[in-house]
T-cell receptor
């Protein structure tokens, strides 16, 4: 069975602090995709990144960076120099290529990030 | 490119009433998903369509939920009769293909349902 765990329910930081959101996943498949989404108060899910299981290179995009470690089944997300606009709920998600390759996403419970001015 | 359109944006109904949600995916997207997001949880897949055929409805409570995708374009999700625990945001998403290499997932803004 596939599962995504985001152990941090809520995180509160002060603006300009760095913050890391943790994500641990479980899957029996050797080929899969991992995602991060942002859900601001308006409710839409905003795509941040997709990573396939064969690409363990870390990625940086502006103030965002992602650390994928297959050995620990983790895909952590770091925001550097956080800003108030980063306040949102962040979801980690898994999509495997089993089950007929349906592409369905399995989401974690989400981490609510509050960045205070 | 226009996004995934959903309506209504909000809906409040009494328990045992029926309700329907509508989704218009991105033009040309063959795969359409309905997810249910209960407050404080991540979205959970209810049903997936490939064109107008159902691919996965294993998590759909079929005694009260139904969905269709006529002509492989728009989709409607219905709840009849609604229960208090159906209060959630219903998200529609579409994707161009079904395979792993066609991952452009796009979500709509969702319909927030409150059952009182």
């Amino acid at each position: 069975a596939q599962k995504v765990t985001q152990a941090q329910t809520e995180i509160s930081v002060v603006e300009k602090e760095d913050v890391t959101l943790d994500c641990v996943y479980e899957t029996r498949d050797t080929t899969y995709y991992l995602f991060w989404y942002k859900q601001p108060p308006s409710g839409e899910l905003v795509f941040l990144i997709r990573r396939n299981s064969f690409d363990e290179q870390n990625e940086i995009s502006g103030r965002y960076s992602w650390n994928f470690q297959k050995s620990t089944s983790s895909f952590n997300f770091t925001i550097t120099a956080s800003q108030v606009v980063d306040s949102a709920v962040y979801f980690c998600a898994l999509s495997d290529l089993g089950s007929g390759n349906t592409g369905k996403l399995i989401f974690g419970q989400g981490t609510t990030l509050q960045v205070k001015p | 490119e226009a996004g995934v359109a959903q309506s209504p944006r909000y809906k409040i109904i009494e328990k045992r009433q029926s309700v329907a949600f509508w989704c218009n995916p991105i033009s040309g997207h063959a795969t359409l998903y309905w997810y249910q997001q209960i407050l404080g949880q991540g979205p959970k897949l209810l049903i997936q369509f490939q064109n107008n055929g159902v691919v996965d409805d294993s998590q759909l409570p079929k005694d009260r939920f139904s969905a269709e995708r006529l002509k492989g374009v728009d989709s409607t999700l219905k709840i009849q009769p609604a229960k208090l625990e159906d209060s959630a945001v219903y998200l529609c998403a579409s994707r161009k293909g079904q395979g792993a290499l066609s991952y452009g997932y796009t979500f709509g803004s969702g319909t927030r349902l409150t059952v009182v």
